[in-house]
């Protein structure tokens, strides 16, 4: 029997260390010499003013006023324009010449030289540029196909997967670095962030470069690194080529992108605020204003929570912005909102969200108020003409000015401020101080265990669930 057990352990053994061979390449280099060829260094040129460096001080008046102005006049160069060149890295995605790179590769370049792995070199031009995910298309022309590489599903990828990344870092020319995806679905800062987190090296004139999966298939465009001296410490960055895949799409199509666009400002339900508007989950995307537009044409109002989009549910504000600025412009889609308890189907035709971010907001017309008092820790004013002028706000604004709080309450805790303004409690309007106690008094006879405020501040709302004790 101890042999037999001996015989199962070993057999073990050996399986274990067939199956890490198999999840570990020997070489990578099949794979390099396949896709190098579709890989390019890009190589931009830009006029830019002339610097001829610090110039001294020297007081007006001064003896050594002409001599230093003498001095920069016969400088080599003076303030003439001079021609700055930067280096990046970009990939082949058609036989006929379309390149994928970094948009701030390229931005406000004059001229764009594309070098192939064989070292040939052609001119390119801008296709179209998206600055939202810093992608860009370029195009070259050619009478011979050119050797391409096809994206790949990001969202297969799984942390722990083998990855490669080439491009041109530090202008050292064609390199490759290999590593692993060390997170996913990371946000750096943008909206539309879709982050791979890899530790294969990326360095500078690596951006706009491809990350490869062990199939060949471009699952992201690497474009920034984190590190305190500029040089790789292994937390790089790649957009995820879903992402990419359709802005690309968007710029060959028509040289720009086209994004839905809902027309809400929104924020994230947290479990305070979900207690607080009875939610049993702290998830949807929490409506704090409604601007002309698709949602208002809905019938959408402030106050309503956002449960599911176009039938896919809807865990936070981010998910919400990219899937609705991954949705087709003009197409109607079912918009399930949480309201006064219950949930509501809304029907909403989405606009295009370049075409509404290039017209001002609509501003909001909040009503009047009356009646100062003391409540939930802070000191309440009715909205005086001079504190509209003071506020800057509009003559017809509404709601309850916060001229104290009080460092002890949960109100300053929860970042309250002199000189916010409160429009609603409890998803009803404020006209006086009497109608917040009302809806104080209410909350509390139904159980609940805070108050949902609606405040602006600097002519921005959000909303703060403020607990009735400590």
């Known amino acids: 029997m101890r042999a037999l057990w001996l015989g199962v352990v070993a057999l073990a053994l050996v399986l274990a260390q067939a199956m890490s061979a198999a999840a570990r390449p020997d070489s990578l280099a099949d794979l390099a010499e396949k896709i190098s060829p579709s890989v390019v260094n890009i190589t931009t040129s830009t006029v830019v003013a002339g610097q001829s460096g610090p110039n001294p001080i020297v007081p007006e008046g001064s003896p050594f006023e002409d001599f230093f102005k003498e001095f920069q006049d016969r400088k080599p160069g003076g303030d003439r324009p001079r021609r700055s060149s930067a280096l990046g890295s970009g990939f082949v995605i058609s036989e006929d010449g379309y390149i994928v790179t970094n948009n701030h590769v390229i931005e406000s370049a004059d001229e764009i030289v594309i070098e192939f792995f064989g070292g040939e070199e052609l001119d390119a031009k801008v296709v179209g540029t998206d600055p939202n995910t810093d992608i860009a298309l370029l195009k070259v022309e050619t009478d011979k196909p050119l050797p391409y590489v096809k994206f790949g599903d990001s969202d ?79 937390i790089g960055f790649s957009m995820a080529s879903n992402v990419v895949s359709k802005v690309v799409a968007q710029l060959k199509d028509f040289g720009e992108t086209r994004r839905g666009w809902l027309g809400v400002r929104i924020q994230d339900v947290t479990e305070d605020v979900a207690e607080a508007m009875g939610l049993e989950t702290a998830a949807g995307a929490l409506v704090t204003d409604v601007p002309e537009g698709p949602a208002k044409e809905s019938g959408m109002i402030q106050g309503d929570v956002i449960m599911s989009f176009d039938g896919v549910e809807v865990t936070d504000t981010r998910s919400l912005v990219r899937q609705v600025g991954n949705t087709d412009v003009g197409k109607t889609v079912r918009v399930l909102v949480f309201r006064d308890g219950k949930t509501q189907t809304l029907k909403v035709t989405l606009g295009r969200r370049e075409a509404a971010e290039a017209v001002p907001a609509a501003v909001t017309k909040p009503e009047e108020v009356e009646a100062p008092k003391e409540i939930l820790g802070l000191t309440l004013s009715p909205l005086t003409n001079e504190l509209r002028k003071e506020l800057q706000l509009s003559p017809k604004a509404s709601g309850l000015v916060v001229m104290d709080v009080d460092e002890t309450s949960v109100a300053s805790e929860k970042g309250l401020r002199a000189g916010d303004l409160i429009t609603e409690a409890g998803q009803q309007k404020l006209e006086t101080a009497a109608d917040l106690q009302a809806r104080v008094d209410e909350a509390q006879e139904a159980g609940r265990k805070s108050m949902l405020l609606l405040i602006r501040r600097n002519g921005e709302p959000r909303f703060v669930a403020l607990p009735f004790k400590r």
Do not use: K
């Not at 997967?161 to 064609?174: E, I, R, S, T």
């Not at 692993?180 to 990326?202: E, F, H, K, P």
């Not at 951006?207 to 690497?222: A, T």
């Open 156 to 234: 297969s990828s799984r942390v722990g997967d083998w990855v490669m990344a080439m491009g041109n870092p530090l202008g050292q020319g064609f390199s490759v670095s290999a590593g692993i995806v060390s997170a996913r679905n990371r946000a750096l800062s943008g909206s539309y962030d879709d982050y791979i987190q890899t530790d294969a090296a990326i360095n500078r004139g690596n951006s706009g470069g491809p990350l490869f999966n062990m199939d060949g298939d471009v699952i992201g465009v690497n474009t920034a690194i984190l590190s305190p001296n500029g040089g790789s410490i292994g």
